[in-house]
Nanobody, 120 residues
Framework: QEQLVESGGGLVQPGGSLTLSCAAS????????MSWYRQAPGNGRELVAS???????TYADSVKGRFTISRDDEEDTVSLQMNSLKPEDTAVYYC??????????????WGQGTQVTVSS
C-alpha cells in the first residue's frame, strides 16, 4: 500500500530553520516526482517545491532562495530544508508523490501533513 509519512514540523521563531522529511513506501519512488505543498488556514493548497525523477528542483517564487528540496532514492525519502522562515510560511505541509503510470497517466499519493508554525 502506498504511504507517505511526514515528520519534522513544529514551532520556530521568525528567521529560524526547520527540515521536513517524508518517508515513502509502496510505489516506484525513483520514477516519481516528489513535491511539498502547504495549506494555511482559509487558503487553498499551494505547491511549495518539487523534485523530479532526475533530481531537478522547482520552487514557488515565495520560497526561492530560502527552501531547498532534495531526494534520496536509496532511502526513498524527500526532504525540505526551510531557512529564513517567515510568519507567512505558517501552514500544514504535505508531501505528495506523482507516480507515472503507463504512457500518459499519473497516480498521486498524499501524506497526512505536518504543522509548521512560525511565530515569536
Amino acid at each position: 500500500q502506498e504511504q507517505l509519512v511526514e515528520s519534522g514540523g513544529g514551532l520556530v521563531q521568525p528567521g529560524g530553520s526547520l527540515t521536513l522529511s517524508c518517508a515513502a513506501s509502496g510505489f516506484m519512488f525513483r520514477r516519481s516526482t516528489m513535491s511539498w505543498y502547504r495549506q494555511a488556514p482559509g487558503n487553498g493548497r499551494e505547491l511549495v517545491a518539487s523534485v523530479d525523477a532526475h533530481a531537478t528542483p522547482t520552487y514557488a517564487d515565495s520560497v526561492k532562495g530560502r527552501f531547498t528540496i532534495s531526494r534520496d532514492d536509496e532511502e526513498d525519502t524527500v526532504s525540505l530544508q526551510m531557512n529564513s522562515l517567515k510568519p507567512e510560511d505558517t501552514a500544514v505541509y504535505y508531501c505528495q508523490a506523482a507516480e507515472p503510470i503507463g504512457r500518459y497517466g499519473t497516480l498521486e499519493y498524499w501524506g497526512q501533513g505536518t504543522q509548521v508554525t512560525v511565530s515569536s
